[in-house]
């Protein structure tokens, strides 16, 4: 048996020996690759610990505003990305729960006629033809939105298709009036929110006289996503915030 052994052994030895420089050549090649990846392509990031962002009153003052909205709005947006189905009746009232700021929800087929809702008769009549088209650079399971003015003021829609190879089933629609968000806002009274075609909300504000009211906003917003805006009644500034891939504007006044 130890004959039939020590031959084995030996193979096995001059095998390890020879593929030596192998290994060597292999792990150069790996490291160089590695280097490569992390310096070109996956460059880990830095951050300054040490460098702090100043705001001024202004800009604080509209963040501060924002965060808590920003912050219902990204849940809203993951808890129906996260349907892989269209709800049934329990789903969707657990949604309305969670988020009782929301006006109802729909279910819209593919020619935007609307199927069944919660409440059964939504208070707004709304067209929900927009939301067959996708925004620009817009993939087909993205999220939709619109915004739509109506008698009882404006209503914001954010839709979550859902497709069967490639083809729309159905639309699940959550609706909402942006006065239901104002007892999250500090001083709500000094906010201006508006999409690029309609104005959902403005405080206190004489949206007319303020810089914003001669401003040609699908214009402004094909090009700039945020800035100030000044005329003989003061200076707001404003940033956007895309929804469903339209853009809300939110402003406030700095001065």
């Not at 001059?14 to 292999?26: N, Q, T, Y």
């Not at 859902?162 to 159905?170: A, G, H, K, R």
């Amino acid at each position: 048996m130890r004959c039939r052994i020590r031959p084995l052994l030996l193979c096995l030895l001059s095998s390890l020996v020879l593929a030596l420089p192998g290994c060597a050549v292999v792990e150069g090649y790996y490291k160089d690759s590695k280097k490569f990846y992390y310096k070109h392509v996956n460059t880990p990031s830095t951050v300054d610990i040490a460098e702090r962002t100043v705001l001024e009153d202004g800009e604080r003052g509209l963040a501060q505003r924002m965060m808590v909205l920003d912050g219902e709005l990204i849940k809203l947006e993951k808890a129906l990305d996260a349907f892989a189905t269209p709800p049934d009746g329990q789903a969707a009232a657990n949604l309305l729960r969670r988020f009782p700021w929301l006006s109802g929800l729909a279910m819209v087929a593919p020619d935007g006629t609307l199927g069944a809702s919660i409440p059964p008769v939504p208070l707004k009549q709304l067209d929900y033809s927009p939301l067959l088209t996708m925004a620009p650079k817009a993939l087909p399971r993205d999220l939709r939105s619109f915004v739509q003015d109506t008698p009882l003021g404006p209503e914001i829609a954010l839709a979550r298709p859902f497709l069967q190879e490639d083809q729309l089933q159905v639309i699940l629609v959550a609706t909402f009036d942006f006065r239901a968000l104002l007892p999250y806002v500090s001083s709500p009274g000094d906010l201006v929110v508006r999409s690029a075609d309609t104005l959902i909300w403005c405080g206190d504000i004489d949206y007319d006289a303020s810089p914003m009211g001669k401003v040609d906003w699908p214009a402004l917003l094909k090009e700039e996503s945020h800035g100030e805006l000044s005329n003989d009644s003061g200076t707001m500034l404003w940033i956007t915030r895309y929804l469903g891939g339209k853009p809300l504007v939110f402003a406030a006044k700095v001065r």
